[in-house]
């Protein structure tokens, strides 16, 4: 079903849980992978993840359907991702920089990453990058999206993504090479 | 020499290397259902019942100040009109009752000297003052 059509459904369809569920069943893996690779650990990304499709459920009779289904999903769990970040660190009181020091650590113990060496160096290298220039390079790189549908969940011009998604890649090769 | 090769991102490195809980995703679905469910009832509260007990607690507190208050405010009132009356006024009151309703004064004043001073007034006295108002001599009579 199309994103247009699940919109439709929930909006004038007798059982808006029912076209909520089959939204849920659509983006509930991209967006957690989206989430994940900011948050790192897999509980905290389950976290987030809820906490997005609530707000979604919330918020879905207000969508009238001005920018994509996909793309306002994005937003939603970019900025609940970010947003989980942020009270993490003035929840423990840390510093800038601290909360992604502690991220680079959960690749040590944690179960649910499978990657070789050089992967987890390229993971902490990624978390080296700044916030969002480190979620541009994720877009990009591993989920291939389009510089356009970045530009609308980001809300950041295309031009100004390109540059940012070529320093982060510079970057990553400098660390890289160390 | 051997020379240190560049490194390049290339794609075998686009692979995801995260992974989940066996089923994770398919029970992600249950309890998103349960949390959407257990949220309802909050988003269907409107702010009067939310706000009822605070509402509640501060009607109480209105009320009691309001009983204070009101009690305070009769309590005054009621030692106010108990208070004997200021004979400058009554003088005054006098005054502006024979302006008014043009009254004999020397008929008022005598009935304001005789409230004011001479407690120990005789018969003789109330028959004169009687005769001299238009109270009829058979009423007089019936007095004594």
Same mark, same amino acid.
């Given at each position: ?5 699940l ?17 849920v ?14 948050? +790192?650990?897999?509980?905290? #990304?389950?976290?987030? /993840?809820?906490?997005?499709?609530? *707000?979604?459920?919330?918020? $879905?009779? =207000? ?12 937003? +939603?769990?970019?900025?609940e #991702?970010?947003?989980? /970040?942020?009270?993490?660190?003035? *929840?423990?009181?840390?510093? $800038?920089? =601290?909360?992604?020091?502690?991220l ?22 990624i ?11 994720n877009?990009?790189?591993f ?6 549908d ?20 510079k ?8 | ?15 995801n ?8 995703f398919?029970?992600?679905?249950d309890?998103?259902?349960e ?12 702010w ?6 605070q ?43 024979i302006?008014?309703?043009n009254l004999?004064?020397?008929a ?17 006295d ?5 005769a001299?108002t ?11």
């Open positions: 079903m199309t994103d247009k059509a919109v439709q459904l929930f909006h004038e369809g007798s059982n808006p849980h029912y076209a909520f569920n089959l939204i069943q659509k983006y509930r893996e991209r967006l957690y992978w989206h989430v994940r690779k900011i948050v +790192i650990s897999h509980d905290d #990304a389950d976290d987030v /993840l809820q906490n997005t499709f609530i *707000k979604v459920w919330s918020s $879905l009779a =207000d969508f009238r359907g001005d920018s994509q289904l996909f793309t306002w999903l994005y937003r +939603i769990a970019t900025n #991702a970010l947003s989980f /970040l942020k009270s993490k660190r003035t *929840k423990f009181f840390l510093p $800038l920089g =601290d909360v992604e020091n502690q680079k650590n959960k690749f040590e113990d944690d179960p649910y990453f499978n990657g070789n060496e050089l992967q987890k160096k390229l993971q902490q290298a978390l080296k990058l700044p916030k969002k220039q480190r979620i541009v390079f877009m990009r790189y989920d291939e999206m389009k510089y356009e970045m530009s609308e969940i980001l809300g950041t011009s295309v031009g100004a993504l390109k540059a940012s998604y070529h320093h982060a890649v970057k990553i090769e400098e660390l890289m090479d160390r | 020499m051997a020379v240190k090769k560049k490194f390049m991102l290339t794609d075998d490195l686009k692979r290397v995260f992974n989940v809980p066996e089923g994770y398919e029970t992600l679905q309890r998103l259902v949390r959407v469910l257990d949220a309802e009832p909050q988003q269907q509260l409107s009067f019942q939310a706000l009822r007990p509402l509640a607690f501060a009607a109480a507190f209105v009320a009691l100040v309001g009983v204070g208050y009101g009690g305070m405010v009769l309590l005054d009132h009621l030692s106010a009109v108990s208070d004997p009356v200021d004979p400058v006024s009554l003088d005054d009151f006098y005054a502006s009752a302006g008014t309703y004999d004064e020397q008022v004043l005598r009935v304001i000297d005789e409230e004011k001073i001479d407690h120990s007034v005789n018969t003789e109330i028959i004169d003052y009687l001299s238009h109270v009829s001599l058979t009423d007089i009579a019936s007095l004594e």
